[in-house]
T-cell receptor
Framework: GDSVTQMEGPVTLSEEAFLTINCTYTATGYPSLFWYVQYPGEGLQLLLKATKADDKGSNKGFEATYRKETTSFHLEKGSVQVSDSAVYFC??????????FGAGTILRVKS | NAGVTQTPKFQVLKTGQSMTLQCAQDMNHNSMYWYRQDPGMGLRLIYYSASEGTTDKGEVPNGYNVSRLNKREFSLRLESAAPSQTSVYFCASQSGTVFPDTQYFGPGTRLTVL
């Protein structure tokens, strides 16, 4: 079945550092790819998405590019802030609109 | 516009007790979902309802039942709680009319089974 693998955390960075969180997927079809973010004590919310190969999703300074050849969707941000501290989930969706999540990566940003 | 709401926020049960988690959305969405979140395992789908009047099993349905009461409400019931059901439960909804669609999540219910 479909699956998503994320790099293990926690990831600890200083403010203004560059962020990369790796995500790779396995899917039988051509899924859409998502990054969701969960701030402490809250539910998940969509951060960005991409629907086809070479699409780039972006939001709030975060970016991720759908790479079909490497089955990857790595999340990047050029300069993180303390307010970016959260859990980040990579996910894929098939035509049934059901989401398959990765295990999540905890990001801690220190001032 | 409250989005997706869940009750209760916290609950402690003893093994064998039953309870129902409530979820409601005010976005006129067709599809609703129940997930559980466990450390290191991400979110796993328990049950979902693609539209009013239909429900289907997800990845981890054992020990749970659901009811799609109407278009707004989707409840999750634990008939006989077990310690393995200690988790954080999230309800989500999406319009179900477009692809790919964004899911909107509630704030979660933290359940402890002793």
């Amino acid at each position: 079945g479909d699956s998503v693998t994320q790099m293990e955390g926690p990831v600890t960075l200083s403010e203004e550092a560059f962020l990369t969180i790796n995500c790779t997927y396995t899917a039988t079809g051509y899924p859409s790819l998502f990054w969701y973010v969960q701030y402490p004590g809250e539910g998940l919310q969509l951060l960005l998405k991409a629907t086809k190969a070479d699409d780039k999703g972006s939001n709030k300074g975060f970016e991720a590019t759908y790479r079909k050849e490497t089955t990857s969707f790595h999340l990047e941000k050029g300069s993180v802030q303390v307010s970016d501290s959260a859990v980040y989930f990579c996910a894929l969706s098939d035509w049934g609109n059901k989401l398959v999540f990765g295990a999540g990566t905890i990001l801690r940003v220190k001032s | 516009n409250a989005g997706v709401t869940q009750t209760p926020k916290f609950q402690v049960l003893k093994t064998g007790q039953s309870m129902t988690l409530q979820c409601a959305q005010d976005m006129n969405h067709n599809s609703m979902y129940w997930y559980r979140q466990d450390p290191g395992m991400g979110l796993r789908l328990i049950y979902y309802s693609a539209s009013e009047g239909t429900t289907d099993k997800g990845e981890v349905p054992n020990g749970y039942n659901v009811s799609r009461l109407n278009k707004r409400e989707f409840s999750l019931r634990l008939e006989s709680a077990a310690p393995s059901q200690t988790s954080v439960y999230f309800c989500a909804s999406q319009s179900g009319t477009v692809f790919p669609d964004t899911q909107y999540f509630g704030p979660g219910t933290r359940l402890t089974v002793l």
